[in-house]
């Protein structure tokens, strides 16, 4: 537990400013930019920004604005949350993340995935009908080129590769990657297969419910001979002073998303009683530094992960300032005390023994 990593994620969601007006997407990626920088002051150790397509996100290349993170960063390690590999080009993919570990002196990881929204597919030209096979295919040719050696490629979703040599290369010669998965057993084997690190996106429901997937992706990795790395988690939450105040902020645009997506999906409106239930008991980390801290040492030794990276940007449009405190208390406050939580534990059982 005391090699324990924690990060925080973002989809650039449009925050308000001070007076109360919702920021425009180009404020929005300045915003997140800003969060970054101050993750990387308090001691944060990765940040991921996801690809969208959606008005509520500004963020639809997350490796452009981590480039521009890079730049203004020491230390703090640079992700995507998620690269959406199906409706993009695996080798395109590989050059942009390569460029970003060169900007960043080797920081740069991808976090592969299929995307929880569809809207790239018809944006790019995708069939849906061919939703498996587009990520399939493409997560091969990526972890070929992975390598960082000629490849040669044959598949149905792109033109062929023959001995290709695909530039830049990284300075270490492997740049890192993890797959994205929500829930899938498939997808959890798919990632043992390839050998790549699992990041498990748990959004609700009781954190142990997804046990059973860790230990899937160990046995897989197991039985194909493939390496069990520490398993990954990330949940939306969000940090104040105190639990009321971290409520009061976050429920309002946390509901307004959460609905606009729920009818697109068939889901009822959100009652107040579920946000709360969820708080108490799920997948929200909303609360003061201590209330998150200890809720979340209790979900990393649940699940045994090795990191876990909070979408602190999941309220929508809480003001700007509001989220950069939530940073700085996530940073200074709340790592802290989840380190010092875990390393009680872990005495307390070396006593027992």
Do not use: C
């Not at 690809?51 to 730049?71: D, F, K, N, Q």
């Amino acid at each position: 537990m005391n090699g324990i990593e924690f990060g925080i994620d973002s989809f650039g969601d449009r925050p308000r400013d001070d007076e109360g007006r919702v920021m425009s997407h180009a404020q929005a990626i300045r915003a997140t930019v800003d969060e970054a920088v101050l993750a990387d002051q308090v001691g944060i150790d990765a940040v991921a920004l996801g690809e969208h397509h959606r008005p509520e996100y500004a963020i639809s290349t997350p490796e452009t604005v981590l480039a521009g993170i890079a730049t203004r960063t020491s230390r703090i390690r640079l992700g995507s949350g998620v690269t959406v590999l199906s409706s993009d080009d695996p080798v395109r993919v590989f050059q942009r993340f390569a460029t970003v570990d060169a900007l960043s002196n080797g920081r740069a990881e991808v976090i592969l995935g299929r995307g929880s929204f569809t809207e790239s597919f018809p944006l790019f030209g995708f069939d849906m009908a061919d939703y498996d096979v587009l990520f399939e295919e493409k997560i091969d040719l990526f972890h070929r080129l992975l390598d960082e050696g000629p490849v040669t490629w044959h598949g149905t979703t792109r033109a062929a590769l023959d001995g290709a040599e695909v530039y830049p290369k990284t300075e270490s010669g492997r740049l890192k990657t993890w797959v994205g998965v929500g829930g899938s057993p498939q997808s959890v084997i798919r990632t043992a297969r390839y050998d790549f690190p699992l990041m498990l996106a748990i959004i609700g429901g009781a954190p142990a419910r997804f046990a059973p997937y860790v230990d899937l992706y160990r046995r897989a990795a197991e039985q194909l001979g493939t390496t069990a790395h520490p398993v990954g988690m990330h949940s939306p939450g969000f940090v104040a002073e105190t639990d009321e105040e971290a409520k009061r902020l976050f429920y309002p645009g946390y509901r307004e998303i959460r609905d606009r997506i729920g009818a697109l999906r068939g889901w009822p409106p959100l009652r107040r009683e579920e946000f709360d239930a969820e708080v108490a008991e799920g997948s929200l980390y909303v609360g003061s530094p201590e209330t998150v801290a200890r809720k979340m040492a209790s979900a990393i030794r649940a699940l045994d992960v090795g990191r876990f990276d909070l979408i602190y940007s999941s309220a929508g449009t809480v003001s700007a300032s509001a989220r950069l405190r939530a940073v700085e208390l996530y940073g200074t406050r709340v790592i802290p005390l989840v380190r010092d939580l875990l390393a009680e534990q872990s005495t307390s059982v070396a006593v027992v023994r």
